[in-house]
């Protein structure tokens, strides 16, 4: 009964900064892990970020490590992935994801459960 939406995509020029905005409804989120993925077009969808229910953990790929930052607010329902320093590279359909049994924090995304329908992000000048 999760339901998932992504806000937040839009055009920014590269080395600009974008905040983009998970809010669950349905259920609360804070008993689930959440996961940031993007997918490009003719790529295969890419973990980008992730974060424990609780907020203790978080896990970054290589690709976003340094630039951004996953934080979640659970009195609100809310998940936010800040990108700093953004690259045309991550152009790509931002997708918000939630993950209730896996005990671990994980980037596969075959292991996460409930989707969003994704947020736009074209990184361009």
């Known amino acids: 009964q999760l339901q998932l939406v992504e806000s937040g995509g839009c055009l920014v020029q590269p080395g600009g900064s974008l905040r983009l905005s998970c809010a669950a409804s349905g259920l609360s989120l804070k008993y689930f892990a959440i996961g940031w993925f993007r997918q490009a077009p003719g790529k295969e969808r890419e973990g980008v970020s992730c974060i424990s229910y609780d907020g203790s953990s978080t896990k970054y790929a290589d690709s976003a490590k340094g630039r951004f930052t996953i934080s979640r607010d659970n009195a609100k329902n809310t998940v936010t992935l800040l990108m700093n320093r953004l690259k045309p590279e991550d152009s790509a359909v931002y997708y918000c994801?939630?993950?209730?049994?896996?005990?671990?924090?994980?980037?596969?995304?075959?292991?996460?459960?409930?989707w969003g329908q994704g947020t736009q992000v074209v990184v361009s000048s």
């Open positions: 994801a939630a993950e209730q049994n896996n005990p671990g924090l994980t980037l596969s995304h075959d292991e996460y459960d409930y």
